[in-house]
Nanobody, 123 residues
Framework: VQLVETGGGLVQAGESLRLACLGA????????MGWFRQAPGKEREPVAT????????YYIEPVKGRFTISRDNAMNTMYLQMNNLEPEDTAVYYC?????????????????WGQGTRVTVSS
């Protein structure tokens, strides 16, 4: 599956952005999906994940209550609504497929990385 991320930009702390991940190729709905980010000088980390049907979701602690992951399988698109952004959220954001079995998310199962979209939050 080919993935394209859009929606990044430069915002001030406290503002919002909505990222989108458009999938093409293999059927998007077949995959559990996730958002990841890589801040300058740091390793890429998972941010949020969502199951194939959207019923199960996972967030890392720093974004709980501020970010919401969702998907529209009819549009082959996944979203990340980011509210109350903080300078620490500055990173390049990527989407990728993830594994999910028996309640465990597997972040390194697939290698369908897109080019990423840059989010910069100024203080």
């Amino acid at each position: 599956v080919q993935l394209v991320e859009t929606g990044g930009g430069l915002v001030q702390a406290g503002e919002s952005l909505r990222l989108a991940c458009l999938g093409a190729g293999r059927t998007f709905r077949d995959f559990h999906m996730g958002w990841f980010r890589q801040a300058p000088g740091k390793e890429r980390e998972p941010v949020a994940t969502i199951s194939q049907n959207g019923e199960d979701r996972y967030y890392i602690e720093p974004v709980k209550g501020r970010f919401t992951i969702s998907r529209d399988n009819a549009m082959n698109t996944m979203y990340l609504q980011m509210n109350n952004l903080e300078p620490e959220d500055t990173a390049v954001y990527y989407c990728n497929a993830v594994g999910y079995r028996f309640g465990t998310w597997m972040m390194n199962q697939y290698d369908y990385w897109g080019q990423g979209t840059r989010v910069t939050v100024s203080s």
